[in-house]
C-alpha cells in the first residue's frame, strides 16, 4: 500500500519560515519525481517545487528563491524548506509521487500552510 504522509504544516507570520516533510512508503522512493503542489481556497492546484530521481529541481516562478526542495533517499523522506513566507502562500500543500514506467502517480492528503500579515 502506498502511502504519502505530509507534515510540517502550520501557522507562520509573514517573513517566516517553515520546512514541509514527506515520508513515502510501499514505492520504490528512489526512481520516483517528488513534488510538492498547493492548493489556496477557491483556486487550482499548482506546481510548487519538483525533484527528479536525479536530483534535478524546478520551481514555479512566485516561489524560486524562497522555496528549497530537496530529498534523501535513504530515509524515503522529501522536504521543502520555505523561507521569506507571505500571505498569499497559504494554502494546503500536497505531496506528489510521480514515475512515468508504469504511469505511477500518488498523492498525499496535504497540510496546511496559514501565514499571517
Known amino acids: 500500500q502506498v502511502q504519502l504522509v505530509e507534515s510540517g504544516g502550520g501557522l507562520v507570520q509573514a517573513g517566516g519560515s517553515l520546512r514541509l516533510s514527506c515520508a513515502a512508503s510501499?514505492?520504490?522512493?528512489?526512481?520516483?519525481?517528488m513534488g510538492w503542489y498547493r492548493q489556496a481556497p477557491g483556486n487550482e492546484r499548482e506546481l510548487v517545487a519538483t525533484?527528479?530521481?536525479?536530483?534535478?529541481?524546478d520551481y514555479a516562478d512566485s516561489v524560486k528563491g524562497r522555496f528549497t526542495i530537496s530529498r534523501d533517499n535513504a530515509k524515503n523522506t522529501v522536504y521543502l524548506q520555505m523561507n521569506s513566507l507571505k500571505p498569499e502562500d497559504t494554502a494546503d500543500y500536497y505531496c506528489?509521487?510521480?514515475?512515468?514506467?508504469?504511469?505511477?502517480?500518488?498523492w498525499g492528503k496535504g497540510t496546511l500552510v496559514t501565514v499571517s500579515s
Open positions: 506528489n509521487a510521480y514515475r512515468i514506467l508504469g504511469g505511477r502517480d500518488y
Open positions: 510501499g514505492i520504490l522512493f528512489s526512481s520516483y519525481t
Open positions: 525533484i527528479t530521481n536525479r536530483g534535478s529541481t
